[in-house]
């Protein structure tokens, strides 16, 4: 029992929570898992070394899918499509016979995208490191998309932060503006003396939002992929945590 206190106190130092009422809470809730026929109870320390593991191993995935050449392009469920503001742009083209700068305007979005991803890792990464045991529970009890949720709410303004420079760079990189611009003017061109609306996306706020969306679904995948997929789960503690009862429900 004494051993139990102890281990307990040194983990609440390690996580850096103070509550005394979170930690009873938490040790409470030890986690059942059936190994060669026997019951044991996983410790707090393994519930959170578990999902810290899921997400890294996640993350990784992620961002080595993503921040390669066609990781958005090639990939229907993420690549960026031709920004909906500019739709009536992208009609006025094709019908002027720029089909081709149309395609290179998705493709140099899509590029710049992938550049960006890269950038993520790290962030994610200091994320998974702040995890406390009450979000650690929380996470592994919360079903499908649970994680994924847990890094959208704590990394986001830090990966626009990132992603916006990141992309600046990379649009010029891509030349996204070289193709973008001569189509967007002539379109304004012609609305000017039609008296119709004028486009004025910005890119960067385009790519970086859709950028981080993606790579936020393809966290999602992984996770769920080791929560449902036993296979999935390449290490032993993957295996003894997501096999709990609570971690399938």
């Known amino acids: 029992m004494k051993k139990n206190i102890a281990k307990v106190a040194l983990l609440s130092l390690t996580l850096g929570l103070s509550s005394c009422d979170v930690l009873e809470q938490a040790a409470q809730t030890a986690l059942e898992v059936s190994e060669n026929g026997a019951t044991t109870k996983l410790t707090n320390a393994e519930v959170i070394s578990g999902l810290k593991e899921a997400l890294t191993v996640g993350i990784s995935n992620s961002v080595n899918l993503t921040s390669v050449t066609d990781g958005f392009l090639g990939n ?69 998309g649970a994680a994924t949720n ?53 890119l960067n706020a385009y790519v970086t939002e859709k950028a981080i969306d993606g790579l936020f679904i393809m966290v999602e995948k992984e996770e769920n992929n080791i929560r449902q997929d036993p296979a999935a789960r390449v290490t032993d503690i993957l295996k003894k945590v997501f096999g709990s009862p609570e971690a399938q429900n």
């Open 76 to 144: 229907a469920e993420i690549k960026l499509p031709w920004p909906e503001s500019a739709l009536a742009m992208k009609e006025k083209a094709i019908d002027l016979g720029l089909d081709a700068q149309v395609n290179k305007i998705v493709e140099t979005l899509n590029r710049a995208a992938e550049d960006a991803s890269a950038e993520a890792k790290p962030i994610f990464i200091n994320a998974i490191k702040n995890m406390s045991i009450e979000d650690g529970f929380a996470i592994l009890k919360g079903g499908e």
């Open 150 to 202: 847990f890094l959208r709410k704590n990394t986001t303004d830090q990966l626009v932060e990132a992603f916006s420079p990141k992309v600046q760079n990379s649009i010029e990189e891509v030349q996204l503006t070289q193709y973008w611009e001569p189509v967007a003017t002539k379109y304004n061109q012609i609305m000017k003396f039609t008296g119709g609306e004028q486009i004025t996306t910005d």
